[in-house]
């Protein structure tokens, strides 16, 4: 399915937190010195990309999220990620099940959002909602 124009920002970036993700598993099957390295990345990630990935979706996106159910896991998704994240911030002391936890909630996200809330979206917001969503992205930076 093609997406949106508005929301093709938001599915880039998506992409990025899938890498992340990927790092992040492969990383826990590996020595604690690679451990280090994928969560000082995905870190970097974090601060960079990813958290205010998430704040501009919380500003831009949830008030037009329909059903409540969509609008309730949004919310509680991206307060686990918060929470795991402030977690993994000594990169050193992270384990194997910290980073492979870090890395499925992570993934499992993006996923849901690409294939049902961003789809939901996509069906019941009309075209000048959807445009006024990417106009509202485009100003917080995406």
Same mark, same amino acid.
């Given at each position: ?9 938001? $599915?880039?970036? &998506? &992409? &990025?937190?899938?890498?992340? !993700? ?22 970097? +990630? @974090? #601060?960079?990309?990813? !958290?205010? &990935? /998430?704040?501009?979706?919380? #500003?831009? %996106? ?11 896991? %949004?919310?509680?998704?991206? !307060?686990? /990620? #918060?929470?795991?994240?402030? +977690?993994? $911030? ?5 384990? !194997? ?8 909630? /992570?993934?499992?996200?993006? #996923? @849901?959002?690409?294939?049902? %809330? ?9 075209? $000048?909602? %959807? ?5 509202? /992205? ?5």
């Amino acid at each position: 399915m093609k997406r949106h124009p508005s929301l093709v920002p938001l $599915s880039h970036d &998506h &992409h &990025h937190g899938l890498v992340q !993700a990927r790092r992040l598993r492969l990383a826990a099957e590996r020595d604690a010195g690679a451990r280090t390295r994928a969560v000082q990345d995905f870190a970097a +990630a @974090w #601060r960079g990309q990813i !958290a205010p &990935h /998430l704040d501009r979706e919380e #500003r831009c %996106l949830l008030p037009y999220v329909t059903p409540e159910a969509h609008a309730a896991r %949004l919310v509680t998704d991206h !307060a686990a /990620l #918060r929470d795991l994240a402030r +977690a993994a $911030s000594d990169p050193g002391t992270v384990t !194997a099940e910290q980073c492979r936890e870090l890395a499925e909630r /992570l993934e499992s996200h993006i #996923r @849901w959002e690409e294939r049902e %809330l961003f789809r939901s979206l996509e069906r019941t917001l009309d075209e $000048s909602t %959807l445009l006024r969503i990417g106009a509202a /992205l485009d100003e917080r930076g995406t």
